[in-house]
């Protein structure tokens, strides 16, 4: 297997009194898809949040494409090929559709081909292209907050429960954007609850418990195993 | 054209764009159109605040950066035209070099308050403008061997943009320097509101637009916040300091209370929050509005408490005194029934 190309090693971090990572062992391989999963409040946001530079690691190192990244600015993260898609829908809402899809692109104009394959991916959003995003609804938000991370070719994205509250056909139209991400060589790493979407997308999982990563393997392996999810997580994916 | 000029940004509003309209052509035909020295001092006035707040707007509105140091970026510029022509002689030499050398001081002072504070809290750097300003304030007061403390200094501006200069007469009004002068601050501010509109309307605008809404999502998709809060801040100090050496221009004159003096920056607040915060067309509203409050609110006053003489306590309410006390009242009723300025209210009223 070639070098990961994220590893987190012993990351521990703080916010504010509450030591909320515990020595998070992580590698993420390249070109996959990682899930990393666990119950609500295990630290899987807060471990992307780290790797993003929101919260400062206390401890541990994080190592991006061989390069050490545990103590560099947010901006030099991004500019290094990390996308970030936060759980919140992170989009400008006073700005247009357009001009929010153009500040995804820090280096540069937006590639017309990239460009068509968003709109192509995410239809909606050629359609409130000139719209002021805080007026989309809340798929359509999820929706381009995310085209707005893939505006730019980046090595890594870091998404964070991108399906969380959608209907049906967006979470399908999400995962198949994904699929196609993915397709293109990036690597994910992936925060999901849809265990559906989980199994369906995911390469490589990552099980989160009590802020450490307490089993990692293949997806598939996971997902085949009731016993193991139940051990690892509390439930049964077969419930979903 | 038209929308080129305006970078795209239009009114988006009919009732705007009349007002707007309007505005400019009262300014643009003040000496033709109004009689006497006080419209044309009014209408210079109003335009050197429009792109005073404009500046203002480009930090507060567009980029979330409240500042209280932007008198002192004014009274820079106004300064430096005033210590070059009074070293200088009058000449347009002397306007130059004290305009550019004023903005350069500005633009210095700001890269510096910009690198040591924008990487802190918001309040923090509001702080340490406070701090800034009212300590040049204090020390323009103190070196009156330069800058004439308290009293100001006074000089001489080119003859050919004074009164002096008679030019023979146009369409029934009589053409001076004055009147040069006067178009002189008019396409200069007219020049530089354009300009600014260019700006809030570049890539560079819609970052700081990002940036005001959440910086760290700005910072997660790679631009350096302070960098672009700090360039931000450069160009709003030096765009409001070549609006000082417009006013020193016009006034001839430059004094601590007409150009340092915190007055004048709650004034620059006000304007920017009446007119609208992060929409340039507020600038010209706001200041528009103010400026002729300011200037035509104790007349009026005065007028309708002699109509009403006969009435109790009314006149005594209208006392031209009282000016500060209603002008109060207009702002709190503008902000109570136009949350997001006169300009908000027409372009909602629009998509509404």
Known sequence: MSDPILSLNAVHTDI?????????????????????????????????KTIMGQWTAKSGEILFDG??????????RARAGIGFVPEDMGIFHDLTVEENMMLGCASGPLDPNRKAWLLGAFPALG????????????????????????????????????????APAIVSTMA???????????????????????????????????????WSGAMAELAENNDLQERLMGLSMEAH | MIVKLLSGDQPRSKVLTTLLLLILICLAGAPFIFDGVRPLDTAARICIFIVLVASYDLLL????????????????????VALASTHMGRGFDALLVGTISGAIAAVVLALLIGLFSLRVRAIFFAMITLAVASAVAVLVSQFSGITGGEDGLTYKI?????????????????????????????????ILFLLLLRIVNSPFGRVLQAIRENDF??????????????????LSAATAAVAGSLFAIWLRYVGPDTTLSFEIMLDILLMVVIGGMGTMYGAVIGATLFVLAQTYLQNFMGSASEATAALPLIPDLLDPDRWLMWLGILFILSVYFFPTGIVGRLRQGRSS
């Not at chain 1, 007026?135 to 964070?160: F, H, T, V």
């Not at chain 2, 509105?61 to 430096?80: E, R």
Request: glycine residues 12%.
């Open chain 1, 67 to 76: 390069q050490d990244i545990t103590r560099m600015p947010v901006s030099a």
């Open chain 2, 158 to 190: 080119p003859r050919v943009l004074t009164s002096a200069n008679r030019m023979g007469e146009f369409l029934g009004t009589r053409i001076s320097g004055k009147i040069l002068n006067y178009y002189l601050v008019f396409t200069a501010s007219l």
């Open chain 2, 61 to 80: 509105g567009y980029g979330g950066i409240v500042s209280f140091a932007h008198t002192m970026f004014f009274g820079l510029g106004a300064y430096g």
């Open chain 1, 127 to 166: 359609t409130f292209w000139h719209s002021e995003a805080g007026n989309l609804s809340g798929g359509q938000k999820q929706m381009l907050s995310i085209a707005r991370a893939m505006a730019e070719d980046r090595e890594l994205y870091l998404i964070d429960e991108p399906t969380k509250g959608l």
């Open chain 1, 176 to 214: 198949q954007a994904l699929r196609e991400l993915k397709a293109q060589g990036a690597s994910i790493l992936l925060v999901e609850q849809n265990f559906s979407v989980a199994k369906a997308l995911g390469d490589t999982a990552a099980v989160m418990d009590d802020g450490r990563v307490i």
């Open chain 2, 217 to 234: 999502r700005a910072e997660a998709i790679g631009y350096r916040v302070v960098w672009y809060r700090t360039v931000a801040t450069c």
């Open chain 1, 16 to 48: 504010a009194q509450y030591h909320i990572l515990q020595g998070v062992d992580l590698a993420v391989p390249r070109g996959q898809v990682t899930m990393l999963l666990g119950r609500n409040g295990v630290g899987k946001t807060t471990t992307l």
